[in-house]
Every structure is written in structure tokens, then in C-alpha cells.
């Protein structure tokens, strides 16, 4: 299985950048789709973005897409996600996630699909 950490977070202000990093352990990770998922208190944990196994394949959450990216070093066994442009409503806990499951492309939003979890890290956005 899968276990993950997830590092980068921190202060940045409006219009900055960050990167996301996840560390990965486990004999299946490259064959492991994974995920990045957002929460704010009193809110669902929401999806941001996801990859396939292999890198080729990526998706996004509406309110991210041109200013995040998603990637993945199977050889290092990492994957991150470099924030450009953030906006204040972008402050949130990100976790990093990784599936077991074969997943179609709608399935890759779907907080069920995934079942490894990191213990997040703070994102925090100044107005």
C-alpha cells in the first residue's frame, strides 16, 4: 500500500505561487492514480486535481484549471502540484491521495475513489 506525506505548504500572498510535493512509499505506487484534494473548516474535503499511473492523463477542478498543475515522478516516487496565481480562496488544508482502483475519468473526483490519504499540508493565502 501506498503511504504518503505531503510538504510546501505555507504563507504566500495573492497572485503567488507555491509547490506541492507528496512523497510516496509502497510497491504500488506507479501503478496508483493520485490526487489532490482541498478542505476549509465547516467544508467538504474537495477535489483539486488528479493524474493517472503514468502522468499522461490530468484533470482539474474548474476553479483551479490554468493556474495549477499536476505532475509525477514515478522514479522518485513523488507527485506535485505547482500553485500559480493563487487567490485567497485558495486557503485550505491540501491532502495529497492516491486510488488501488481503476478509475474512469469521471471517477477521478470522487472522494471514494481514493484510499490513501497524507496527513495534509496548510495553504494559506493573504488578501
Known amino acids: 500500500q501506498a503511504q504518503l506525506v505531503e510538504s510546501g505548504g505555507g504563507l504566500v500572498e495573492a497572485g503567488g505561487s507555491l509547490r506541492l510535493s507528496c512523497a510516496a512509499s509502497?510497491?504500488?505506487?506507479?501503478?496508483?492514480?493520485m490526487g489532490w484534494f482541498r478542505r476549509t473548516p465547516g467544508k467538504e474535503r474537495e477535489f483539486v486535481s488528479a493524474?493517472?499511473?503514468?502522468?499522461?492523463?490530468?484533470y482539474y477542478a474548474d476553479s483551479v484549471k490554468g493556474r495549477f498543475t499536476i505532475s509525477r515522478d514515478n522514479t522518485k516516487n513523488t507527485m506535485s502540484l505547482q500553485m500559480n496565481s493563487l487567490k485567497h480562496e485558495d486557503t485550505a488544508v491540501y491532502y495529497c491521495?492516491?486510488?488501488?482502483?481503476?478509475?474512469?475519468?469521471?471517477?477521478?473526483?470522487?472522494?471514494?475513489?481514493?484510499?490513501?490519504w497524507g496527513q495534509g499540508t496548510q495553504v494559506t493565502v493573504s488578501s
Open positions: 493524474i493517472n499511473w503514468s502522468g499522461g492523463s490530468t
Open positions: 509502497g510497491r504500488t505506487f506507479s501503478a496508483n492514480s
Open positions: 491521495a492516491a486510488s488501488q482502483k481503476f478509475l474512469r475519468n469521471s471517477g477521478y473526483s470522487s472522494l471514494s475513489a481514493y484510499d490513501y
